[in-house]
């Protein structure tokens, strides 16, 4: 006796996206950050609905995020200029900054730069006597100074 014959994946996708109501996505307009915040939040929860990626989850635009004027500095290296690269789904930044120099970055690339650090273990000491390494602090490897 055999299987029975399972219904083909993409029989069960068309079911599921005709069984779906016509939603505002496709139509929402897209003029700030916070309306990317949104379809982004929509289009996961129809996705996770759908079973599939349906709506793809859009980055913004650099022009639209909030900026922060920094000046740039390199701890380790004070010297030499500093790649960044970050792609996620807020953003995507492709730079290189020069230490020294003024530049207007947006906030989110402002954080992940000052969150950057080498970690810095100590030993410490147990109450009831023992010794155990535990995480200190951290070495930022950035220093960013805003300019008012």
Request: glycine content about 4%; aromatic content about 8%; proline content about 10%.
């Amino acid at each position: 006796m055999a299987r029975p014959k399972k219904q083909p994946k993409q029989d069960k996708i068309e079911e599921i996206i005709a069984r779906t109501p016509k939603d505002e996505l496709v139509e929402m307009p897209l003029n700030s950050l916070e309306d990317y915040l949104e379809y982004n939040k929509k289009a996961r929860a129809l996705n996770k609905q759908l079973g599939l990626c349906r709506y793809p989850i859009k980055q913004c635009p650099i022009e639209l995020h909030p900026k922060q004027r920094v000046i740039f500095n390199r701890n380790d290296q004070p010297t030499n200029p500093q790649p960044v690269f970050v792609s996620n789904e807020m953003i995507e930044f492709n730079e290189t900054l020069i230490p020294g120099k003024e530049y207007e970055l947006p906030v989110c690339i402002v954080e992940y730069l000052a969150g950057k650090g080498v970690p810095v273990w100590k030993w410490y000491e147990n109450p009831d006597g023992s010794k155990e390494t535990r995480h200190s602090h951290v070495n930022p490897r950035f220093s960013l100074r805003s300019v008012y």
